[in-house]
């Protein structure tokens, strides 16, 4: 069975779905491995790193795609690539099925059994294939980075002769993968760090980094047990909103997480907290593919105000690591295949049945299988 690994193609994407050490394990496995020439160039791996793994190196998509059955990708593939897939062909990655409402159907149709990996149920037997959570903790990371990249005070208290530098303060809002990696980041950094989340339960991992946590704890917040928050009340909202405003204007950073599966990402951070932020302050939305947490976030792009507080609303946060990325997304996908995988047929098993096969398995034999994308009934 041949498994293909091509070049990714949207704009700003430099992860590849592939390393050399998963090409060993893939081929271990019983599988041929093809990747299309310059597939991992972006993520520091060379043709010849890939080959020496045992990989077929092709000149383009459709000479790795002819006779493959498995396709592994970073990002769903774009309709033309999509055209030279063979109907049956197993595709896994991330799909961005609410982003994108067409692609479940034009998959169906196209008779390619999708599995979308970011619907990976969080359960614990399926955490090792959570791409979601591999790739925010390593977005959560780079944004405190590049945070003190942008930040032109300094970020650690400097005591020196000529005067002390005070240390930078940071917020952060949403207490998921992401936002604990950036409130541990900021810690190292040796800011002053304080982080906001709904859900209850992160009150005490906020803590656990040595921040401090700041919150509505009402009813509401209390009914919050998910992974992801859930839509708030307008009551809520305003209650929220009073703490932001006094927040945020107390923060020299501010980095921004918070999101809500399947929707667009809630505004917590209003134009009237920026106006009130001083110059030189930072904005990191991490949610910035979902519309962003701040309000005069401009996503893919990075602006200052007229008061100088600059908001880098970057896309695609966990390509600008793409080295790192590319080795856990690669790893989380070997797990879910070497998961499924059938020794004795050499070839995927994907029993509907089973749990993580019901939250990943989008189409399959030409049909949408997966509740929550079949078209309801005329």
Same mark, same amino acid.
């Given at each position: 069975?041949?498994?293909?690994?091509?070049?990714?193609?949207?704009?700003?994407?430099?992860?590849?779905?592939?390393?050399?050490?998963?090409?060993?394990?893939?081929?271990?496995?019983?599988?041929?491995?093809?990747?299309?020439?310059?597939?991992?160039?972006?993520?520091?791996?060379?043709?010849?790193?890939?080959?020496?793994?045992?990989?077929?190196?092709?000149?383009?998509?459709?000479?790795?795609?002819?006779?493959?059955?498995?396709?592994?990708?970073?990002?769903?593939?774009?309709?033309?690539?999509?055209?030279?897939?063979?109907?049956?062909?197993?595709?896994?990655?991330?799909?961005?099925?609410?982003?994108?409402?067409?692609?479940?159907?034009?998959?169906?149709?196209?008779?390619?059994?999708?599995?979308?990996?970011?619907?990976?149920?969080?359960?614990?037997?399926?955490?090792?294939?959570?791409?979601?959570?591999?790739?925010?903790?390593?977005?959560?990371?780079?944004?405190? +980075?590049?945070?003190? %990249? &942008?930040?032109?005070? *300094?970020?650690?208290?400097?005591?020196? @002769?000529?005067? !002390?530098? =005070?240390? /930078?303060?940071?917020?952060?809002?949403?207490?998921?993968?992401?936002?604990?990696?950036?409130?541990?980041?900021?810690?190292?950094?040796?800011?002053?760090?304080?982080?906001?989340?709904?859900?209850?339960?992160?009150?005490?991992? +906020?803590?656990?980094? %040595? &921040?401090?946590?700041? *919150?509505?704890?009402?009813?509401?917040? @209390?009914?919050? !047990?998910? =992974?992801? /928050?859930?839509?708030?009340?307008?009551?809520?909202?305003?209650?929220?909103?009073?703490?932001?405003?006094?927040?945020?204007?107390?923060?020299?950073?501010?980095?921004?997480?918070?999101?809500?599966?399947?929707?667009?990402?809630?505004?917590?951070?209003?134009?009237?907290?920026?106006?009130?932020?001083?110059?030189?302050?930072?904005?990191?939305?991490?949610?910035?593919?979902?519309?962003?947490?701040?309000?005069?976030?401009?996503?893919?792009?990075?602006?200052?105000?007229?008061?100088?507080?600059?908001?880098?609303?970057?896309?695609?946060?966990?390509?600008?690591?793409?080295?790192?990325?590319?080795?856990?997304?690669?790893?989380?996908?070997?797990?879910?295949?070497?998961?499924?995988?059938?020794?004795?047929?050499?070839?995927?098993?994907?029993?509907?049945?089973?749990?993580?096969?019901?939250?990943?398995?989008?189409?399959?034999?030409?049909?949408?299988?997966?509740?929550?994308?079949?078209?309801?009934?005329?």
């Amino acid at each position: 069975m041949r498994l293909a690994v091509l070049k990714e193609r949207r704009a700003g994407e430099a992860r590849v779905a592939a390393t050399p050490d998963t090409v060993k394990k893939l081929i271990g496995l019983g599988l041929s491995v093809a990747v299309e020439a310059g597939a991992g160039l972006t993520a520091a791996i060379s043709d010849e790193e890939f080959a020496a793994a045992g990989a077929q190196i092709t000149p383009d998509a459709a000479t790795a795609l002819n006779g493959a059955e498995i396709l592994f990708a970073v990002q769903a593939p774009e309709p033309e690539i999509r055209t030279q897939v063979a109907p049956g062909t197993l595709l896994v990655c991330t799909m961005n099925t609410f982003g994108n409402p067409e692609l479940v159907p034009a998959l169906a149709a196209a008779k390619i059994d999708a599995v979308a990996m970011e619907m990976m149920p969080r359960i614990t037997r399926a955490q090792s294939m959570d791409v979601l959570s591999s790739q925010a903790n390593l977005s959560g990371y780079r944004a405190l +980075i590049e945070a003190a %990249g &942008a930040f032109a005070r *300094g970020f650690p208290m400097m005591m020196t @002769a000529a005067g !002390t530098v =005070p240390p /930078a303060r940071v917020l952060v809002i949403g207490a998921g993968v992401a936002g604990l990696q950036a409130i541990a980041t900021a810690r190292r950094l040796g800011g002053i760090v304080s982080g906001t989340d709904v859900r209850p339960a992160a009150k005490e991992e +906020i803590r656990s980094l %040595g &921040a401090t946590y700041i *919150g509505v704890d009402d009813e509401e917040s @209390a009914k919050q !047990t998910g =992974p992801y /928050a859930g839509q708030m009340s307008e009551e809520f909202r305003k209650k929220q909103a009073d703490l932001m405003a006094t927040t945020v204007a107390k923060n020299d950073i501010i980095v921004c997480t918070a999101l809500v599966q399947g929707r667009k990402a809630p505004v917590i951070v209003t134009s009237e907290m920026v106006a009130a932020m001083r110059a030189g302050s930072i904005i990191i939305d991490l949610a910035a593919d979902s519309g962003g947490n701040c309000a005069d976030t401009v996503p893919g792009e990075t602006i200052t105000t007229a008061n100088g507080v600059t908001i880098i609303g970057h896309r695609n946060w966990p390509s600008r690591i793409a080295v790192a990325a590319s080795q856990l997304y690669a790893r989380n996908l070997l797990t879910f295949i070497t998961t499924f995988w059938d020794k004795d047929a050499k070839a995927p098993k994907l029993t509907e049945t089973d749990d993580i096969i019901k939250g990943v398995l989008l189409t399959k034999g030409g049909q949408i299988v997966h509740p929550n994308f079949i078209p309801a009934a005329a």
